[in-house]
DNA sequence: AGCTACTATACAACTAGACATATCATACAG
DNA sequence: CTGTATGATATGTCTAGTTGTATAGTAGCT
């Protein structure tokens, strides 16, 4: 009847907590043992949770001292200006881009729709894996207009970020006109490169960028590990 | 002729054996291997017959530790004085408590509203678990205003209760204001310490209690494991 | 043939305890 | 003040025992 097996959920709590901001970046975590008493297990059954925690990096342990919280919650701000680079160093975190995939294709009504193209005109379309201190984040998926902007999907997959490959072309800056906020539950390939459970609670942006003559340039969609990262909005006066 | 089946006949031997209290409320079972070299059944077939006393509410088994004499249901008086040592004892159960663990933290922006307090005065969180007759029968969450009251952390782990840590610090009586009911699924965390199923339902009560002064001294969060439990409600004329 | 009760075996998950080893704080001698 | 010894406490490792689950097989009945 218990699926989920004890030590997975016990991980879970101290993620959550640790996400919560429960404990400051450094701080020492309860002793295994009183761990073990607070959740009414095994010190063995703790140490397989923190042995998860410590796997996906987010916890560190010192024999005879403890075991330490190596990172913070992540605060990232969504504003009209979002680099992913940037934000991460600003938090004071290692920021790294995996890219998964990039493809060309014709782009179907809605993507047209968008980034105002003609149905059929060839986009860019690119996914990648955001981290955190070697901490899966974001899933990405981008769509470029490829026709508008030539030597984008190479440029993309040399890695190093939108921000780069856009800079690489000739795109020097872009802003955010529009950002969609939703919830979704993490689909299991989701799931596996987030690491997070299945069906585990994902924070979805969906936004429109444009450059500075107004022309669309990214039609993005991130997925984030609600349990690893906080979205702030700062409400500025206009 | 129907034949009953070897497992029906071993459950109903133990089953007898708990009645006659040849064994202690919340004592272990001997193992499975050792009833079925009793009974010269296979291990299968004891656990037919145990699983069958699980269902009953007569037994519940752990994994890695043993199976277990739960004991049966429980009135609870809820009323402006909760006193859980007092009520089980008038009911004429062995009252126990295991303190899982004392932490000082920062307070939430509603724990500052239920204790009237300013954001981020620290509090003391203290769980903990409620046994009668050596079964558990509720686990509690509550918070303190630990700089109204000082010491309180260490009265806390000390065991004896909140009534007890309560006087050793000065506060020689206090009362509930106000009790919400509410009945929850239990987590996996939860079911473990209630040694209930994962799902379980549980009767919550969040309550308020508060000095003879009318300050705020504790918020609590009960969870009951409502199989073991009734909560009882006298309604006496003002 | 299909159903039920039971057996047999293997492995996974959790508990229990003992012991090894690293770290830290403190006390004490030089 | 320095260096060392010691004890308490923390994590790391190991062995063993218990319940949970899955698979397969056997005997007896309808």
């Known amino acids: 009847m218990t699926k989920t097996p004890i030590w997975r959920s016990i991980a879970d709590s101290l993620r959550g907590e640790i996400a919560d901001g429960h404990y400051e970046k450094g701080a020492r975590l309860p002793t295994e043992m009183a761990l073990a008493e607070r ?43 979002v680099r992913f680079h940037q934000n991460l160093l600003a938090a004071g975190r290692m920021p790294d881009k995996k890219v998964l995939s990039v493809e060309l294709r014709a782009c179907s009504d809605d993507d047209a729709r968008r980034l105002k193209l003609k149905t ?24 470029f207009p490829e026709t508008r902007l030539p030597g984008l999907a190479c440029a ?3 890695g190093g970020g939108v921000t780069k490959a856009l800079e690489k072309i000739g795109v020097s800056d872009y802003v955010r006109s529009s950002t969609r906020l939703t919830a979704t ?11 997070v ?16 003559d107004g022309r ?23």
């Not at 539950?185 to 690491?195: F, V």
């Open 156 to 158: 993309l997959e040399e």
């Open 39 to 81: 959740f009414g297990v095994n010190r063995h059954t703790v140490r397989h949770a923190l042995a998860s925690l410590i796997d996906e990096g987010l916890l560190h342990a010192r024999r005879g001292s403890g075991t330490f919280v190596l990172s913070k919650p992540l605060d990232y701000p969504l504003s009209d200006r």
């Open 197 to 212: 459970q299945e069906g585990a609670p994902l924070l979805l942006t969906q936004s429109l960028s444009k450059d500075t």
């Open 216 to 238: 669309p340039v990214e039609y993005g969609q991130t997925w984030f590990a609600s349990e690893r990262i906080t979205l702030t909005l700062d409400h500025v006066s206009h």
């Open 185 to 195: 539950k993490a689909t299991p390939t989701q799931a596996l490169h987030l690491r």
């Open 120 to 143: 059929g005109d060839q986009i860019a379309v690119y996914h990648a894996l955001s981290f955190a201190d070697g901490t899966p984040v974001a899933l990405v998926e981008s769509r």
